[in-house]
């Protein structure tokens, strides 16, 4: 008997454990299972938190492998088409089937020529990691997902949106880390209603991240994938607090919508985090700007009745004991304080800078628009008034503007009535204000027409168009992150033309050789039936002649003097933080992530020791019994 046992863990101890973790983007209805040395034999792997999949194979050696799928009755329907080598490394993380794991990709910073104003992220809210793609899988009620997936819109002429909230449970699973929560899900725009591919937000009974809401923009309007990450990543790179992420894929049920932008939602943490730094700090009240076609809120003042601005200036985000919502006339005095104000400043003597700034931060307001002005936002503050929200600072007793939501920017002309066709290309400066009849700029037009002000403006163009907004630059960024995308652009154009909800919303057809195309010099076209939205400028092409423009007409302007025309004496760091998602200390000590699932964490003993005892008992037992 002992010679047995000792023949045993002789044979035992030169087996291997060998770890597998793999992400499947089937949907649901597969099973994964794992091939290796070229062998057929398959080992199907076990469901750890769905689509996550997990598996130990004691071997000797194995040196490459590859990931199958199998259908409900256990035969192999599909396998990846790239090969595996086994490594300790590659066993610690979850794979994704039929992806290549991305390694060694950074997404690089763009400059930073002006004074920081804003924190951007606290301990308790660090930016998110934006080198790496999520994977995200929400179990929701079959009976309220499929009313918000038949009726987007409540009415035929598409006035009322459907907001209704779906009761789920949600994986979140990363490289390293595997989420579980329960939440909601919402449909979340309005003009993103119009697609398929539906934008959603998401609530987390437990933070995630440290956030306790996700927004996931679809872009299905974008070829690349990679427009609204290049805007957001500009806005921040001049200082303007931004709610920013990275890509996750995205299921619903049975149902798998592909690659969104994840990023954070306009909340209070959000404004806690990136505004003041603190997230224990006081939260004022912020205010969205909404647009009543043919009429804009264009912040001017028009009496002192709140209803007259009540349905321009919708109350957001603000501490609820500090509002009453039965008293609707305090919800409107913050915004109703700020354009009374601005209004007596138009009409002091000569508009002295000094005023404006004590209730006004115009620095930031200035930083954005030429934001605006480089990637032609066709529906954002400096031409249409619009996703911008109003937010009162308390501890600085100031107002600033922020900017949201950048689905039409880095295009050029669309045939859109506000912008004249003729000389929007060429024009840095007037480019929004040349069609009054149809949105009054009066907000934006007398920043402008004031000298100091302008002059400010003019700089902030020059050196933004010199040193940010230039092909060199731009090129390096939207180059990594279409490395970081590129293995899911054929899949998630392909989702998105074969989604099966039953809207039946606006599907465009793109292609893979559409996105790499795109990203440079390559205009994509409309072709009715297939693709609806079309992208007429490359981005780096649009790069490189707007930019060519902003530079020579501010090519007389002296910006040896670049300090702000306001909030200088603001004295802020910008928050610097480790992105290495794994070491989120500081974050996790807040959140009870007992339930993770990542590494090989499930196990209460050695894996290795686990086997072992089994075997043996089994040896033993067989030894007994016969």
């Not at 795109?518 to 930019?547: C, F, K, L, M, T």
């Amino acid at each position: 008997m002992f010679e047995l046992v000792l023949s045993f863990f002789i044979t035992f101890s030169k087996a291997t454990l060998h770890y597998f973790n793999v992400v499947s983007i089937l949907g649901e209805g597969y099973t994964l299972g794992v091939k290796f040395n070229n062998n057929t034999d398959v080992k199907v792997l076990d469901v750890s938190t769905f689509p996550l999949f997990k598996g130990i194979i004691s071997a000797e050696k194995i040196e490459n492998y590859k990931y199958v799928a199998l259908d409900k009755t256990g035969f192999v329907i599909d396998e990846e088409n790239i090969e595996r080598t086994y490594s300790s490394e590659n066993s610690k993380i979850n794979e994704v089937y039929n992806r290549e794991n991305l390694k060694d990709i950074e997404i690089p910073d763009l400059p930073q020529p002006f004074k920081t104003m804003f924190p951007m992220g606290s301990n308790k809210f660090r930016p998110i990691p934006n080198n790496i793609i999520y994977n995200i899988y929400a179990k929701c009620d079959e009976d309220g997902y499929n009313y918000l997936t038949e009726s987007p819109f409540l009415n035929e002429d598409r006035s009322r949106p459907n907001n209704n909230k779906v009761n789920c449970t949600i994986n979140i699973i990363s490289p390293e880390n595997v989420y579980k929560r329960k939440g909601t899900i919402h449909l979340i725009g309005y003009g993103s209603r119009r697609f398929k591919k539906l934008t959603w937000g998401l609530k987390f009974d437990k933070k995630f991240l440290g956030r306790s809401a996700i927004k996931l923009r679809a872009m299905a309007n974008d070829p690349t994938h990679i427009r609204e990450k290049l805007a957001t990543e500009l806005y921040k790179s001049v200082g303007v607090p931004i709610q920013e992420g990275t890509y996750a894929r995205l299921f619903i049920n049975g149902d798998t919508y592909g690659l969104y932008h994840m990023i954070d939602s306009f909340s209070k943490k959000w404004l806690k985090g990136y505004v003041h730094g603190d997230t224990t700090a006081k939260v004022g009240i912020s205010y969205k700007l909404y647009a009543h076609v043919p009429y804009y809120p264009d912040l001017k003042y028009i009496g002192d009745d709140y209803h007259d601005y009540a349905r321009f200036y919708i109350p957001d985000e603000y501490e609820d004991e500090d509002v009453s919502l039965s008293d609707e006339p305090s919800l409107y005095k913050h915004v109703m304080e700020f354009i009374r104000l601005f209004d007596e400043w138009t009409k002091m003597p000569d508009q002295p800078i000094e005023e404006l700034e004590k209730f006004f931060n115009i620095e930031l307001t200035l930083r954005f628009m030429v934001i605006d002005t480089l990637i032609l936002a066709l529906d954002n503050f400096t031409l249409r008034l619009s996703n911008t929200a109003l937010y009162y600072i308390p501890e600085r007793e100031e107002y600033i503007l922020l900017p949201y939501d950048f689905d039409k920017v880095l295009k050029g002309f669309s045939g859109d009535e506000v912008l004249d066709e003729e000389t929007y290309l060429s024009d840095c400066h007037t480019w929004a204000t040349q069609h009054e009849e149809i949105i009054d700029h009066y907000f934006i037009k007398t920043l402008l027409n004031h000298p100091e002000i302008k002059a400010r403006y003019d700089v902030i163009l020059s050196i933004t168009s010199q040193e940010i907004f230039t092909k060199e630059k731009i090129s390096e960024y939207v180059n990594a992150v279409a490395d970081l995308i590129r293995q899911d652009m054929r899949w998630t154009h392909a989702k998105a033309s074969s989604l099966t909800i039953p809207y039946n919303g606006i599907v465009n057809q793109y292609t893979i050789d559409q996105f790499e195309g795109n990203i440079g010099y390559e205009p994509v076209g409309y072709y009715e039936g297939v693709v609806n939205n079309d992208a007429p400028w490359g981005i780096i092409q649009w790069v490189e002649v707007r930019s060519d423009y902003c530079r020579r007409s501010t090519d007389t302007v002296d910006t040896s003097n670049n300090e702000n025309i306001s909030d200088n004496d603001v004295q802020v760091s910008v928050y610097e933080y480790n992105d290495i998602e794994n070491k989120d200390d500081i974050l996790e000590n807040e959140e009870d992530d007992d339930d993770d699932d990542s590494g090989i964490s499930m196990y209460p003993i050695s894996p290795t020791l686990t086997i072992f005892i089994l075997l043996v008992f089994s040896v033993l037992f067989n030894y007994y019994i016969y």
